[in-house]
T-cell receptor
Framework: NAGVTQTPKFQVLKTGQSMTLQCAQD?????MSWYRQDPGMGLRLIHY???????DQGEVPNGYNVSRSTTEDFPLRLLSAAPSQTSVYFC??????????????FGNGTRLTVT | DAKTTQPNSMESNEEEPVHLPCNHS???????IHWYRQLPSQGPEYVIH???SNVNNRMASLAIAEDRKSSTLILHRATLRDAAVYYC??????????????FGKGTLLTVNP
């Protein structure tokens, strides 16, 4: 059981380039989300999804797009990378979006540097 | 959204108990209290959660105040591997903004040998 898998682990981009951070879970989880973590800032929610075809914005959505075409995958797209998007990105999932208290399962993160 | 307040950092000695506090004075009756920890260079991992009663699992214990405005994560015998950032968050037992699970800065726990 792989849990939550994020790829790539590391990425360097030039300003203006685009890329997609991949997140996949094999636990049939309904809820998936993306966080970014900057030094001294804790985890900040970017986007989340409560099921296939449903996404919504978190605290810091600007500059990022998401889609949820399948239950398993929740990619995060940077359309035009900026140095301010240099961060560590974590994907997390849980069995349900609400109504019970299934814990969040996190991936190991993608470290992104934009130069 | 209900907020939590934690000390920025705490220090402990190995083999001693550690009590990590969390204040959540605006908690509502249906909010669950969740704790996560993040070891260096890793993603956060779930530790424990509870609603009203104290909870125990193999990792820790959670003591919840009678008025639910505060809680304490208890590590009974700290080890060097417990050095991490500990996050206390509230998870609403309903929809809507429940889904916006927000983390604060957490408490950095240092364990001295």
């Amino acid at each position: 059981n792989a849990g939550v898998t994020q790829t790539p682990k590391f990425q360097v981009l030039k300003t203006g380039q685009s890329m997609t951070l991949q997140c996949a879970q094999d636990m049939n989880h309904e809820y998936m989300s993306w966080y970014r973590q900057d030094p001294g800032m804790g985890l900040r929610l970017i986007h989340y999804s409560v099921g296939a075809g449903i996404t919504d914005q978190g605290e810091v959505p600007n500059g990022y797009n998401v889609s949820r075409s399948t239950t398993e995958d929740f990619p995060l797209r940077l359309l035009s990378a900026a140095p301010s998007q240099t961060s560590v990105y974590f994907c997390a999932s849980s069995y349900s979006a609400g109504g019970d208290n299934s814990p969040l399962h996190f991936g190991n993160g993608t470290r992104l540097t934009v130069t | 959204d209900a907020k939590t307040t934690q000390p920025n950092s705490m220090e402990s000695n190995e083999e001693e108990p550690v009590h990590l506090p969390c204040n959540h004075s605006t908690i509502s009756g249906t909010d669950y209290i969740h704790w996560y920890r993040q070891l260096p260079s890793q993603g956060p991992e779930y530790v424990i959660h509870g609603l009203t009663s104290n909870v125990n699992n193999r990792m820790a214990s959670l003591a919840i105040a009678e008025d639910r405005k505060s809680s304490t994560l208890i590590l009974h015998r700290a080890t060097l591997r417990d050095a991490a950032v500990y996050y206390c968050i509230l998870r609403l037992n309903s929809g809507g903004s429940n889904y916006k699970l927000t983390f604060g800065k957490g408490t950095l726990l240092t364990v001295n040998p």
